[in-house]
């Protein structure tokens, strides 16, 4: 394994007691230069540290603290499959803390923030599961069923259809978790929002109440995409590799036909990289077809190309990776065309 600045070092745990709760989810540690070192599996401990800082008043609540967290788990080799499955991630992770009157619509919004986010990327055949009180359970039984209501009211408002795993909860508190479909009909967990009795009361979290007593805040784990390094495995497949114009590494290629045009050629890249595309210049000295199979071959949106003609008329001769030839478009069609699509997402 590889050391990086995201590793924990083990004294933060020990300073702050909460090292056992931890341990109970990492490997050994790593010796380094007589230092503990652990490999972080979850960001969730990090966030409640920060929310200890202060003594909370209700008016502090809600507080969100979000991150991409890098975090490591033991997936046996196996089982580690190209993106989809990783030993080290990045967790698109946030933590809400909330009082009970305001967990209705912080669940409401944050999964309005998911659907957002995952409709953006093209997403947009979603089911949800809805998962409740198993039999073992830590909390109490009122604050479970405002949690699960919640949850499921929100499922309800969003028009999306939703599984109930009744008593399929973890026993620290009732979930939502959004599987999407990808192109093939594959389904994929993606965002999840799930309440935790367990932590604020093993961890001691409170707020002051209005009444001035303390109190127990709810607190929410939630993620949009899961792990960034997955939903890009799933982004991959579900278009193939042929990502929309606004996510393709490289947006276009400009294929200069012969020499003369490699000057008007960088002329037009350093326009367009001014407004932000992504964009590279296929100068080899392949002919012509050659550059646009490669480009073809690469999945690039679009390829430019440019002769004599084109030059001359300040313009560029547009076509698609899928083939199809737009002809000849004045340059500065072309960028109102690309700015529109990168800006729409289209
Ligand atoms: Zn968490």
Redesign the pocket.
Known sequence: MGFSPHIGRANLWETSGHLDFYKDSMYAPMDIEGEAYYAKP???PF?IEIYKTHLRSYRDLPRRYAEYGTVYRFERSGSLHGLTRVRGFT?D???IFCRPDQVEAEISGALEFSLYVLRSFGLTDFTSYLSTRPEKYVGEAADWDRATAALERAVIAHNLPYEVDEGGGAFYGPKIDLKVKDALGREWQLSTI?F?FN?PERFGLEYIGEDNQPHRPY?V???LLGSIERFFGVLIEHFAGAFPVWLAPVQAVLIPITDKQIEYALAVKARLEALGVRLEIDDSRDRMQAKIRRAQLQKVPYMLIIGGKEQEAEAVAVRLRSGEDLGALPVDTFIERIQREIAERV
């Open positions: 979850m960001n969730c966030h967790q992770d946030a933590h799930q935790d932590l607190m784990h939630r993620a």
